[in-house]
C-alpha cells in the first residue's frame, strides 16, 4: 500500500516537472522573440538614420536642418519658418523643399526598408499665442493653424513637377504613408530646440512656429503591442 502511494507521489512529481518544463520552454521562446522584435526596431530606425543622414550630408547645414534619431526631420532655418498666425509657405522654403522632397522620396520609394515604414506624418507646430478668430480655446486656435501648416506642405508637394513623375504604383504608396497632423504648440521649442516641456526653458516662439517630418516603422505598432503585453 505504501508502495503505490509513493509511486503516485512520483508519478505527480514526473508530472509538475514536465509541466515547469513546457513553461520554462514557452517562457524562453517568447522572450526570444520579443529580443528578435526589440532589436529589428533598433537596426531598421539605425538604418534609415543613417540612409538619410548620408543623403542630406551636404544640405543640413545650409538649410540649417536637423536629423533626429526618432527620424524627424527639422528645419529651422527662420527664411523657412512661418509667420505668426500664417499657413502659407515661404518662397525659401519652397525651394528649399523643391531640393528636399524628391531625395527625401527618392530613399523611401527605392530602399529596401520601405516595407517597414507605415506612416510618414507631416507634423504641424505653433507657438503659444491665442488665435480667438479661429476659436475660443487657444489650445484647438492652434491645433487649426497647425493643422493648415502640415496640409500647405502637403499640397505644395502634390502640385510639384516631382510628384507627377511618380508612377501610380508609387502615388499609392506615398497615399498611404502620408498624415498632415496638426501639434499645436504641446511640443513647442527653447531656443536651443529641445522640448519645452522637457527643458522647462521659455518657448522660442519664431523657431516653435515649424513643420517637420517624421517616419514611423512598423516596429513601432509591434513594440507598442510589446508593451502593452508586458502591463
Keep these: 500500500m505504501k508502495h503505490n502511494v509513493w509511486l503516485s507521489v512520483s508519478d505527480l512529481m ?29 537596426e531598421t530606425k539605425t538604418q534609415l ?21 526618432d527620424l524627424s526631420m527639422r528645419f529651422n532655418n527662420p527664411q523657412v519658418l512661418f509667420a505668426s498666425g500664417e499657413a502659407d509657405l515661404t518662397q525659401e522654403f519652397k525651394r528649399i523643399l523643391d531640393e528636399f522632397l524628391p531625395k527625401y522620396f527618392h530613399i523611401l520609394l527605392n530602399d529596401s526598408l520601405r ?24 489650445y484647438i486656435a492652434n491645433v487649426i ?3 493648415q501648416r502640415s ?24 497615399e498611404y504613408w502620408f498624415t498632415a497632423n496638426g501639434l499645436s504648440y504641446g511640443k513647442s521649442v527653447d531656443s536651443n530646440g529641445n522640448y519645452t516641456i522637457t527643458s522647462e ?24 503591442n510589446f508593451v502593452k503585453e508586458l502591463k
Excluded: C
Design 14 to 42: 514526473k508530472g509538475l516537472m514536465v509541466i515547469f518544463l513546457f513553461i520554462a520552454i514557452s517562457y524562453i521562446r517568447k522572450v526570444q522573440e520579443n529580443q528578435s522584435i526589440l532589436t529589428d526596431y533598433v
Design 49 to 69: 538614420h543613417d540612409k538619410l543622414v548620408k543623403e542630406f550630408e551636404g544640405d543640413t547645414s545650409r538649410w540649417q536642418m536637423t536629423i533626429g534619431k
Design 115 to 138: 516595407s517597414k515604414i507605415v506612416e510618414i506624418r507631416i507634423e504641424g507646430h505653433t507657438d503659444d499665442v491665442p488665435y480667438p478668430q479661429l476659436a475660443a480655446d487657444s
Design 145 to 147: 493653424l497647425s493643422q
Design 151 to 174: 496640409l500647405s506642405v502637403l499640397q505644395y508637394f502634390r502640385s510639384t513637377p516631382n510628384f507627377k513623375t511618380y508612377t501610380k504604383e508609387q502615388k499609392k504608396l506615398l
Design 201 to 224: 526653458q521659455p518657448i522660442d516662439r519664431e523657431r516653435s512656429r515649424r513643420v517637420e517630418f517624421r517616419i514611423i516603422t512598423s516596429g513601432e505598432e509591434v513594440l507598442e
